[in-house]
């Protein structure tokens, strides 16, 4: 199962070098079900993970001119915050068990991965069933108030669970930023690095970390971001995104199943 869990650590990397997003997602049910990880420090490590191997997608990004810097400002600075706030006050209030009903239990170990497959859930349908529009020349990105706010949501969502939320990120700056597609994804980059190292270095008072294995996976993760963005200038990123969709749903199934029947 560790060597399958090696192999699925160069896949994060790639599928974040491909389509900006995705990689936090396989990242917390690799560690959990491949390293038998508590999914409480498999948050952590999946901070680290993702933080520093996104940075060789960002400064391939950043020499093209693809980073927005304001939207890292308006929607980056609050969605930073969001992970501080969440990792700090909220992961640490959530109780190490609740009932939802008189004979049934839930950890809060329970609770992050029904949590996360959730998201995964909602990741998947949304690269499956997303329409691939043209993008219009002209139009101006909008930096808002409103785009501030989702991004310190964002934040709060993607700290409880350590992930670095591209897939919530791009359809954000797409949408209400107006971003075109690459610019959204060069930018999601830049964020999901700067958040996820900002709340892994702020876990590392209260946690134990195994360095050298976290260090291996974050090298395997590098390399793989570097071979996706060699790849993204190659394939089709439209049909790769909904491949990887399905993959990501089938993953949120699996993990629906295991915590509600075992």
């Not at 209030?93 to 609740?98: D, V």
């Amino acid at each position: 199962m560790e060597i399958i869990g090696y192999a699925a650590s160069i896949l994060i990397g790639i599928s974040l070098g491909l389509i900006g997003s995705g990689g936090s997602i396989l990242t917390v049910p690799v560690l959990v079900y491949l390293f038998h990880i508590d999914p409480l420090l498999a948050t952590t490590y999946s901070l680290c993970i993702v933080g520093v191997s996104s940075i060789a997608g960002v400064i391939s990004r950043m020499r093209q001119k693809l980073v927005d810097f304001k939207v890292l400002a308006v929607f980056g600075l609050p969605s930073i915050a969001g992970v501080f706030f969440a990792r700090k006050f909220i992961l640490p209030a959530i109780p190490s068990q609740f009932h939802i009903s008189a004979t049934t239990i839930v950890t809060k170990s329970n609770f992050i991965m029904v949590f996360f497959a959730s998201l995964m859930l909602a990741s998947a349908l949304s690269m499956i069933l997303g329409k691939n529009k043209k993008e219009q020349e002209g139009i101006q990105p909008v930096y808002g108030f409103t785009l501030m706010m989702v991004g310190f949501a964002e934040g709060l969502v993607t700290g409880i669970v350590g992930a670095g939320g591209g897939f919530l990120i791009i359809p954000a700056l797409v949408i209400l930023g107006k971003l075109p597609m690459k610019k959204a994804i060069a930018s999601s980059l830049v964020i999901i690095s700067v958040k996820s190292l900002v709340g892994f270095t702020g876990d590392l008072t209260h946690v134990t970390i195994d360095w050298k294995f976290l260090l291996s996976i974050v090298i395997l993760a590098t390399l793989g971001i570097i071979t996706g963005n060699y790849l993204n200038k190659k394939m089709d990123g439209a049909k790769l995104k909904k491949s990887f969709g399905w993959f990501v749903l089938l993953m949120a199934l699996v993990i629906m199943i295991e915590q509600f029947l075992f």
